[in-house]
């Protein structure tokens, strides 16, 4: 079978063919360090690359099918974590130079429920230093580049994942969300990103950037490989103390393909804040598929969507910097200039502030719950803009220019605020050829409802035929 | 950016020294600008009628005695 076709196919695809071992793990795995070797020069998705451990995992995964012990959709699948995932072994960076020598002695959750998923790890994905930037530069290992520009950013903080999927060089990828760092990578490099309801994945055993508001989520081609990776992770975690018991539901069953009855609300602010016009004309087009698919839309409003930047950010700010504060005090000259600052002032904020802002949450949270009355889905678009070039300071949005970090965050961060699912989707393509996403929330732990519409959607589009230049 | 939760630079200093930070560092000129800048966010929320709304931090004492 031809190698780039192999790194192209879904795991909902490879899986049906290792099983009935039309291909094996082996010939999957070789395929895609070749594609990494082949893009790895223009794109560098990856901090740590792990072929020879990938290689003998493959083996072993080999002859478990063979000797007749399958164990479902992932098994040989190749995933790649964001290097804030810790993993036994392997030095886990998050992103900075001064953690080059950290290395975990225990794997964190979601790399173990992979690997007992019979998941293969082919290495640890660049990132935004510590998570805290939206745009996927990183000047200890690098910057990140968009695959369909790689003059372009990625998006962040999860770049690497982004880029590694788009460009085929891992089946699966894991991000972090903790203002959006699923989405943007997921909605400026052409993929689905979900980001789960808070403690449907585990933490355990990830860097935190804000205990409250960190979510892990699969980055991923297809909606249907989102539901896989979710059946593999989501669940309780005695590790992790915000993890829910309520029982997970299969996800891929959810994807039923109809969207017929659902009630999708489409916030307004959403589109009275700058907005490209390619990217606005983008999501209006797929939210009136969904309603020829059978879907109600209606426009509703988030007052307090003007809030969120000030919310989220006072949490994040004063989160961030109580985990890093012994860092700073001992190492802060050798961090990134910008996320050193990002980090620093937040031990400016009073306490005061801080439980300000989480007053300010759980009014937010009333508010959204409140539009749920009414709706199954909440529906925008992920980013006002596509990929900007790397290292651009502000960026222009239809015919303002606005700074980066805002514009990157400002529709995703509400939905960090209430802890609900939200998932980007590939719904369009800018004239000069850059992706653009359709954003979906959904109500808290309904994960089944927002995969279903996304699902629906993508089936409906040819949005994710398409393959980067790179 | 004007703020109405003013950080004047004697109070700035006595928090950094408090916070572990080398206070005598050159970039403490710098931090100084940046987090009077970044503590405007904070503006809007000095703003916003909360009444009735306790904070939305988690915390379940059960949790200790699960194991």
Redesign the interface.
Same mark, same amino acid.
């Given at each position: 079978m031809d190698a780039l076709e192999l790194c192209y196919m879904s795991a909902g695809e490879l899986s049906g063919l290792i099983r009935d071992k039309q291909v094996s793990p082996v010939e999957i795995v070789d395929a895609h360090l070749a594609r990494i070797e082949a893009t790895e020069p223009i794109l560098n998705s990856f901090i740590t690359l792990l072929p020879e451990h990938a290689r003998q995992a493959a083996s072993r995964a080999e002859a478990q099918i063979q000797a007749g012990n399958y164990r479902g959709p992932l098994h040989g699948i190749p995933v790649g974590l964001k290097d804030l995932f810790n993993t036994a072994g392997v030095r886990t960076t998050s992103g900075s130079r001064v953690m080059d020598n950290f290395v975990p002695t225990e794997d964190c959750t979601v790399a173990a429920r992979f690997q007992q998923a019979g998941a293969i790890l082919l290495g640890k994905l660049n990132m935004h230093q510590f998570a805290y930037g939206p745009t996927g530069e990183n000047f200890d290992y690098g910057h990140m580049h968009n695959p369909w520009n790689p003059e372009m950013v990625t998006g962040g903080s999860s770049g690497g994942s982004g880029s590694a999927a788009a460009a085929g060089q891992c089946t699966i990828t894991m991000g972090s969300d903790t203002g959006g760092s699923v989405r943007i990578p997921a909605a400026l490099c052409g993929i689905v990103g979900l980001k789960p309801t808070y403690g449907l994945v585990s933490r355990a055993g990830l860097t935190p950037l804000s205990w409250?508001l960190d979510h892990p989520g699969p980055m991923v081609r297809t909606v249907e490989d989102a539901a896989l990776s979710m059946n593999a992770i989501a669940g309780y975690d005695?590790k992790d103390?915000?993890t829910s018991q309520r029982a997970t539901p299969d996800y891929a069953s959810a994807l039923t393909g109809s969207v017929e009855g659902l009630r999708i609300g489409v916030v307004k602010e959403y589109f009275e804040a700058p907005v490209d016009s390619e990217v606005e004309a983008a999501v209006r087009a797929a939210l009136a598929q969904l309603v020829e698919m059978g879907a109600t839309v209606n426009e509703v409003s988030l007052p307090m969507f003007?809030?969120a930047?000030?919310?989220s950010?006072?949490i994040l700010?004063s989160e961030a910097a109580a985990y890093h504060? @012994?860092l700073?005090?001992s190492n802060?000259?050798n961090l990134t200039p910008s996320v050193r600052?990002?980090l620093?002032?937040g031990?400016?904020?009073t306490a005061a @502030?801080y439980?300000?802002?989480?007053?300010?949450?759980?009014?937010f949270?009333?508010e959204m719950a409140m539009l749920f009355n009414d709706v199954d889905l909440l529906a925008g678009p992920t980013e006002p803009i596509t990929a900007p070039p790397l290292l651009a300071n502000e960026v222009a949005v239809g015919d303002r220019m606005v700074g980066t970090v805002a514009a990157l965050t400002q529709f995703t961060r509400p939905y960090n605020i209430s802890g609900t699912p939200a998932i980007s989707v590939p719904c369009g393509f800018s004239g000069d050829g850059m992706p653009i996403g359709l954003q979906l929330a959904g109500r808290p732990f309904d994960e089944a409802t927002v995969l279903r519409a996304a699902h629906a959607y993508e089936q409906a589009s040819e949005w994710r035929l398409k393959r980067p230049p790179v | 950016m004007p703020t109405d939760n003013p950080l004047d630079r004697p109070s700035f200093d006595y928090m950094a020294g408090v916070a572990g930070l080398d206070v005598a560092d050159d970039h403490m000129n710098e931090l100084f600008s940046y987090v009077q800048a970044a503590l405007a966010v904070t503006d809007r929320l000095h703003e916003l009628d909360t009444a009735g709304y306790e904070p939305d931090a988690a915390f379940d004492p059960a949790q200790f005695y699960q194991e």
């Open positions: 409250c005695p103390q915000a003007a809030d930047q000030a919310i950010g006072t700010m504060r @012994d700073l005090a802060g000259g600052l990002r620093e002032a031990l400016f904020v @502030d439980l300000k802002a989480q007053q300010g949450r759980a009014r949270n009333h | -």
